[in-house]
């Protein structure tokens, strides 16, 4: 048995499985100088991360090519210095290797649960992330206290209907959502199309990133909407929210 990397000066046993291998070459040339930040956040999946059940440990063998890499490459998507919201965020995918491509974004990890949100605020402070915030709640829950982003995030989390009713509404006009799928991408976007419109959606598309990179590339649903985001319904619930909020800070 051996312990797992120190999260707050806490170590976590763990019992011999399956290694994590060496980072690939092309960990290298996606991080560049947060290389080593990388190793270590992919360290503390393998390790911490599994004991605490947010990587299942049969995903260590291919944590990079599956999951660190799959995600880092969703950055040749996003536009330059933009705000997103990482719906869902878990274990840190894909909002952390997104994180450590990407500097000149400001990011918040978005995720109900207790014991991932602890997770994310130890590996962000361990690496340095200052332009990253971690917010405990579910996406309807923050509608309209969070300030809208230009860019929502999600890999894993739900049927892209029920996640665009999730993301959709926390982005700022002409926003965008970025789902990472896999090969069920066009099958669920034609089966959303008439909720997506219901919600916002002016354009849909499927792109395909990471050439180079990762094998198969990874496939993304890019959802932009037009000036309401989320539709009448969610524009009403968001000002109502905002109006809230001013009562509640002028007592």
């Known amino acids: 048995m051996r312990e797992a990397p120190a999260l707050y ?4 046993p763990v019992t011999e499985a399956a290694e994590l291998p060496p980072a690939p070459e092309q960990a290298r040339e996606v991080f560049g100088d947060r290389f080593a930040d990388a190793v270590r956040y992919a360290e503390l999946l393998a390790e911490a991360g599994v004991q605490r059940g947010l990587i299942g440990p049969r995903e260590v063998p291919r944590l990079w090519e599956r999951h660190i890499l ?21 274990a840190g995918l894909p909002g952390i290797p ?3 491509v990407r500097d000149d974004l400001n990011i918040t990890l978005l995720e109900p649960l207790l014991r991932r949100t602890n997770f994310l605020t130890e590996v962000v402070e361990l690496l340095g992330l200052d332009h ?3 917010v405990r709640g579910r996406a309807e829950e923050v509608l309209g206290k969070l300030p809208p982003v230009h860019v929502v995030t999600a890999r894993a ?4 209907d029920r996640l665009a009713a999730w993301g959709i509404p926390l982005l ?7 789902a990472l799928k896999g090969d069920t991408a066009e099958e669920e ?11 916002g959606a002016v354009e849909t598309s499927i792109l395909h990133v990471g050439e180079g990179i990762v094998d198969p590339l990874s496939t993304v649903v890019r959802v932009e909407v037009g000036e309401s985001p989320g539709g ?19 007592r």
């Open 9 to 12: 000066g806490r170590t976590v």
């Open 132 to 134: 990253v915030t971690v």
């Open 157 to 160: 989390v739900a049927p892209l």
């Open 172 to 178: 700022r006009p002409y926003g965008e959502m970025l």
């Open 232 to 250: 009448v319904r969610f524009a009403a619930k968001r000002a109502k929210a905002a109006r809230t909020g001013r009562a509640r800070r002028r």
């Open 98 to 100: 997104l994180a450590l």
């Open 189 to 199: 976007l034609k089966a959303s199309a008439a909720a997506l419109s219901k919600l």
């Open 70 to 90: 799959n995600c880092a490459v969703l950055s040749e998507a996003v536009p330059e210095a933009v705000t997103v919201c990482d719906v869902g965020s878990g």
